[in-house]
């Protein structure tokens, strides 16, 4: 996705919230060559104009949807990793953006350190802080370990509602 001639990787931002925005740009901007858009439309003609290494997606945008943005993404590029920003999560917007080929998700506010290791494992670089790459996995072991543990639980409490009751959720 980048000329070999580009000494950095180029990210696009799409987000909306200039202090989402700010931090983002701290954190990656001695890596990356980054790249922003505040809406779908502007996110959608900058990434044909780019083509980046990678992108980070806001959910909620002013002009709609960021899993619209995803849509449009995967019909131009089917391979190009995307990770999901969001404030907003729930369940159904997790599988929908992973369904829709998202490849990974995280919610705001998030760890400089994880979003960082997230983004130079996929676009196949190695972290430059060994420690660092051990916290994010660590870190995402305890993420993925709660979503499980929430997701037994809200099955065992369906398990014990009357189907009565479940039918009229």
Known sequence: MRSESDSQ??????????????????????????????????????FKALQ?????????????DGLNALREIRRIDAT?????LTGYASMGSVEESLRLGASDFLHKPFKGFELKSRIDQLTGR?????ASTLQATEEKKKS???????????????CMMPLARLQRL
């Not at 202090?19 to 990356?32: E, G, P, T």
């Not at 190695?126 to 060994?130: F, W, Y």
């Open 9 to 46: 990787l180029k990210l696009l931002l799409v987000e909306d919230d200039v202090s989402v925005l700010a931090a983002l740009r701290m954190i990656l901007k001695s890596d990356y060559e980054i790249h922003s858009a505040s809406t779908i439309n502007d996110g959608i003609n900058l």
């Open 52 to 64: 980046p290494a990678l992108v980070l997606l806001d959910l909620r945008l002013p002009d709609g």
């Open 80 to 84: 190009a990793p995307v990770i999901i």
């Open 126 to 130: 190695n972290s430059s802080d060994p």
């Open 144 to 158: 993925t370990s709660l979503i499980w543990n929430s997701a037994q639980t809200l099955l065992q409490c369906f």
